[in-house]
Nanobody, 119 residues
Framework: VQLVESGGDLVQPGGSLRLSCVAS????????MGWFRQAPGKQRELVAA???????NYADSVKGRFTISRHNAKNTVDLQMNSLNSGDTAVYYC??????????????WGRGTQVTVPA
């Protein structure tokens, strides 16, 4: 399964973005899908995850601001990001973590999409 992320942009603090991830094959059989991000000089971290029953998990830093959703019929996973701040600047990737809070993933990484929020 190949993953292609899109939707990243330069946005002012307080603004919103919607990221989308399209998988080359069906995600119906994938229990958990998630969004990760990697800021310059930092390790990649799990931002949000959703399982096939709609249960979600969010990093503390994005709770109340980000919303993850999945659309199995379209093989897509979206991330709605609101109230963005400079701490959200990173390259964002989607993948399939082994659990809602997991860090190792089941699929290869895509190229990601850059989100930049100036200070």
């Amino acid at each position: 399964v190949q993953l292609v992320e899109s939707g990243g942009d330069l946005v002012q603090p307080g603004g919103s973005l919607r990221l989308s991830c399209v998988a080359s094959k069906s995600i119906r059989t994938i229990d958990v899908m998630g969004w990760f991000r990697q800021a310059p000089g930092k390790q990649r971290e799990l931002v949000a995850a959703i399982d096939d029953r709609g249960n979600t998990n969010y990093a503390d830093s994005v709770k109340g601001r980000f919303t993850i959703s999945r659309h199995n019929a379209k093989n897509t996973v979206d991330l709605q990001m609101n109230s963005l701040n400079s701490g959200d600047t990173a390259v964002y990737y989607c993948n399939a973590p082994h659990s809602l809070s997991g860090t190792w993933v089941r699929l290869g990484w895509g190229r990601g999409t850059q989100v930049t929020v100036p200070a």
